[in-house]
């Protein structure tokens, strides 16, 4: 029994290890639907994967989000622009928002933001320019370099966009030299001289319809022809590399035999090589001459005394190579030279379409120069002396003249921005196009036509308008001075600052003069006077005055104004309850007293009764009363002067009617005067006056 449980247990340690086995490998298979389990358990022993993420796959557990990504940074970071704003993002990578408060981005970077446009304007700042893209010019190999990627360089132009040039100082981007690709050619280009020649080379001829073929008795021609020429790379020095323009012998065979595409035998040379006709062939027949060889024989062209090639015309040519049988072979007749004028347009151009095409067109003869075939061979083959190529007739040689289309002190010259440069822009046209053999005209323009920029005759532009450059104008009652932009020497056009401007100025307070507000006060002495205001200050202006003063001055009598008349006691003299006469004294009440007329005709009225005062009653309607008409001597109207004092008082008397200084109850010439509390005529005779 025991040796039977030793059995069992290694059998069932075995099915255990195997069915776990079976589970891992079905768990491998399942967790990656594109890859079997035996590429998932590789990444695993490789450390690509973990069983958490197999987990993961098994559970969908890669499905779900994460609600706290694992050891994943929050809020706000730093990043490299110091004014810009970053912050962490659900990855934890730290990301660019936004710019701080005050920056704008440019070129991705936060720039502070300013209000340039007094600098602008005054062309202080400078402005760089902008442009719109680039042109190239054609790409050139580089030195030793003949093609591939980055094998040439261009240069690369900036298109400055019309009205974006710099200014004041600003700066445009150069031109550069950039790299540029240059495709590889697909076929053979090694020089014939680089073929070698080599012994026992085969001898190739040119059959009558041009092909070619090798001249043996296996092939069955025979006849002239040149040996053979064979490529052998080893056989290419370095001298012919660098012949070539090539470093090495290997960056030459790399572009002149690209992946091997030159034939390795090259059926022309300059040997020549002959096969006897008088045989046969390997098959044992008639060897088949290959004829003429036309293509490899060389021919002279028939010229005039001067050199050029004479172009015949093409039936005189004909007729002279094969003449009637019995008339007499006449030289071939030369074309005539086309004169530039006679086809010559009104637009300058010129027109072949009215010259005849025998006039035209005709044919250039040719004899045989050198002969690669014997005399018998030429008289076997019939070979002829002659041949002929296409030509067209001479033309009359006109150079190209070029000139202005519009004559330049015609020309404006162009607006460039204040304080720059004027120019012209020149354009030159063909005035007469070249013809025939004629010199061309420099330029490529399918019309003949290019521009030229020049500054000769042109002025500078105007500086750029200023601040300096505004005239003041006058200060207007609301407190402001326009001035005005003057650009009689400056140019507003480019930096456009505003072409006026408000400015606060100073206005200073304008007030009327002062005009008389009443009379002469004749108890103070003064006069009240009143004036307006035309003009209120602003700003710092002058400040305003009063609009109402007192000044002295001198009475001349009373305008209807009341009074309260005092004696030099100090007494009001008032008038008596029981009469209404004037008096002083207990038994009379004070009252101010209406006083009118000039200081030698005064009229006064009682304040109680308001009634005219004819001496001391003052019960009468009108001045015109007599009062003590019994007794002339005393008798008078209610009229009476004042006589003004140095101390602003009034010495006061009626008119008697008799015109007499004095009165009956005067001790002092007729003055009234009063003593405390009785009447007592001239005690006191002068009164003071306060305006009621």
């Known amino acids: 029994m025991a040796s039977s449980a030793k059995v069992l247990i290694p059998i069932f340690l075995l099915v255990s290890i195997l069915c776990t086995v079976s589970v891992i490998y079905g768990a491998l298979e399942m967790s990656d639907g594109e890859r079997s389990a035996l590429e998932v358990l590789q990444d695993l022993i490789n450390g690509k994967l973990s069983l958490k993420d197999i987990w993961n796959a098994l559970t969908g557990e890669d499905d779900k989000p994460d609600d706290k990504p694992d050891d994943k940074a929050e809020g706000t970071c730093a990043g490299p622009d110091t004014n810009g704003v970053y912050e962490f993002d659900v990855d934890g990578n730290c990301v660019k928002l936004s710019c701080k408060p005050g920056y704008f981005e440019q ?34 190999p580089k030195v030793n370099r003949k093609c591939g990627e980055g094998a040439g360089t261009r240069q690369k132009y900036p298109t400055v966009l019309d009205g974006f040039a710099a200014r004041a100082g600003g700066e445009c981007e150069p031109i550069t030299e950039v790299d540029c690709d240059i495709e590889c050619p697909t076929e053979c280009s090694v ?8 012994a026992n080379a085969a001898c190739y001829g040119i059959k009558t319809d041009n092909t070619i073929v090798e001249l043996s008795t296996e092939t069955g021609f025979c006849g002239s022809g040149e040996e053979s020429l064979t490529f052998i790379p080893e056989n290419i020095s370095l001298q012919d590399a660098q012949d070539a323009n090539f470093a090495t012998v290997q960056e030459y065979l790399e572009y002149a035999n690209p992946n091997g595409v030159c034939e390795q035998i090259k059926p022309t040379s300059p040997t020549a090589c002959t096969v006897d006709c008088d045989q046969l062939n390997d098959s044992m027949e008639p060897m088949v001459n290959v004829g003429c060889n036309y293509a490899r024989t060389e021919y002279a062209y028939i010229r005039d005394e001067s050199g050029p090639a004479i172009c015949f015309n093409t039936e005189s040519v004909k007729k002279y190579l094969n003449p009637t049988i019995g008339e007499v072979s006449t030289k071939p007749t030369k074309l005539a030279t086309i004169e530039a004028s006679s086809v010559r347009g009104t637009d300058g151009s010129y027109d072949m379409s009215s010259v005849p095409e025998d006039k035209k067109k005709g044919v250039h003869l040719l004899y045989r120069a050198s002969n690669n075939l014997s005399f018998d061979d030429l008289v076997k083959s019939k070979c002829h002396l002659y041949d002929t190529e296409p030509c067209d007739a001479p033309l009359e040689d006109v150079d190209c003249v070029m000139g202005l289309s519009t004559p330049r002190n015609e020309l404006a010259c162009t607006y460039n921005g204040c304080g720059q440069k004027r120019y012209k822009t020149l354009t030159y046209v063909a005035k007469t196009q070249p013809f025939g053999g004629g010199e061309l005209c420099p330029t490529e323009d399918s019309n003949y036509e290019f521009t030229r920029i020049e500054e000769q005759g042109c002025s500078t532009e105007s500086r750029c308008c200023e601040d300096s450059d505004y005239v003041t104008g006058e200060c207007n009652n609301e407190g402001i001075n326009r001035y ?23 206005v200073n307070c304008v007030q009327s003069g002062w005009t008389n507000s009443g009379g002469c006060n004749g108890s103070t002495g003064k006069q009240s006077q009143t004036r307006t205001t035309t003009t209120a200050a602003l700003n710092d202006g002058t400040a305003c005055g009063d609009t109402t003063q007192d ?18 006691y100090g007494n009001y003299l008032g008038q008596y309850t029981t009469n209404n006469w004037m008096g002083v004294g207990s038994v009379s009440a004070k009252t101010y007293f209406t006083l009118d007329g000039s200081f030698t005709n005064v009229t006064i009225k009682g304040g109680i009764n308001d009634k005219y005062c004819a001496q001391m009653i003052c019960t009468n309607d009108s001045p015109e009363n007599v009062v003590y008409s019994h007794v002339s001597s005393m008798a008078s109207k209610g009229y009476w002067t004042f006589e003004r004092q140095s101390d602003g008082g009034y010495r006061i008397r009626p008119k008697m009617n008799d015109g007499g200084a004095k009165s009956l109850y005067s001790q002092e010439g007729g003055y009234y005067g009063v003593s405390l509390g009785v009447n007592t005529w001239g005690a006191k005779t002068i009164f003071y006056l306060e305006k009621a």
Do not use: A
């Not at 442009?131 to 010019?137: C, D, E, K």
């Not at 020089?191 to 080599?198: A, E, G, I, Q, T």
């Not at 001055?553 to 104004?561: H, I, L, S, Y």
């Open 191 to 198: 020089l014939r001289d680089h073929y070698s020649s080599v």
């Open 551 to 568: 000044i002295s001055c001198t009475p001349t009598g009373f305008d209807n104004e009341r009074f309260y008349i005092k004696d030099g």
């Open 107 to 140: 070129g991705g970077i936060c720039m502070q933001q300013r209000d340039l446009s007094d600098e602008f304007y005054g062309g202080t700042i400078p402005i760089d320019c902008e442009i719109s893209g680039y042109t190239f010019s054609d790409c050139m």
């Open 484 to 506: 005005t932009l003057d650009t009689t020497y400056c140019d507003n056009s480019d930096t456009q600052i505003p072409v006026s401007k408000d400015v606060d100025c100073d």
